[in-house]
T-cell receptor, first 110, second 112 residues
């Protein structure tokens, strides 16, 4: 089974901090994604990457950047965290229609 | 991305009852996917639909790809407490089909 691992389940950061959310997959998938989940809004795509060093903006990229230096690792970066970025962040990797999600990182910005 | 409207937003039902939820889009989809998210976990794929009119089952779950290709339905028969979670519909929203858009989710609560 594909495993997608997010490094932290819970994070609390201060406004203005630079925040790194890490995601690692173990099945050599080319496509990786970062979603944000908020009640009633479902999952909204922040960024995705289809290969090393390649990235595309999703629906809500503002305030975020990403890094994909190695195929197995896709990092989401909040350059200067703000309270409206408090949310659940889900990483996924994909082959075919088979998206596999990590368990999520619940980020609170205070 | 395209918007998927999912309803109801939440349901609180008695164990043993059947459940229905649906998802609609203003655009045509060629694939419909249904995911379930258990509390504290990421979503997991339940059923994938690839053809208009298709009816697919996975145990007590049955999903249908609407004839118009703009909607899909998920039914759960004889609900049990472990059905609790959030159910999401999803579909690809770019031509390459490698980006998914999700509905807002249906939160299901089951009373034993």
């Amino acid at each position: 089974d594909v495993k997608v691992t997010q490094s932290s389940r819970y994070l609390v950061k201060r406004t203005g901090e630079k925040v790194f959310l890490e995601c690692v997959q173990d099945m050599d998938h080319e496509n990786m994604f970062w979603y944000r989940q908020d009640p009633g809004l479902g999952l909204r795509l922040i960024y995705f990457s289809y290969d090393v060093k390649m990235k595309e903006k999703g629906d809500i990229p503002e305030g975020y950047s990403v890094s994909r230096e190695k195929k197995e690792r896709f990092s989401l970066i909040l350059e200067s965290a703000s309270t409206n970025q408090t949310s659940m962040y889900l990483c996924a990797s994909r082959i075919g229609n088979g998206y596999t999600f990590g368990s999520g990182t619940r980020l609170t910005v205070v | 991305g395209q918007q998927l409207n999912q309803s109801p937003q939440s349901m609180f039902i008695q164990e043993g009852e059947d459940v229905s939820m649906n998802c609609t889009s203003s655009s045509i989809f060629n694939t419909w996917l249904w995911y379930k998210q258990d509390p504290g976990e990421g979503p997991v794929l339940l059923i994938a639909l690839y053809k208009a009119g298709e009816l697919t089952s996975n145990g007590r779950l049955t999903a249908q790809f609407g004839i118009t290709r703009k909607d899909s339905f998920l039914n759960i028969s004889a609900s049990i407490p472990s059905d609790v979670g959030i159910y999401f519909c999803a579909g690809p929203y770019n031509n390459a089909g490698n980006m998914l858009t999700f509905g807002g989710g249906t939160r299901l609560m089951v009373k034993p």
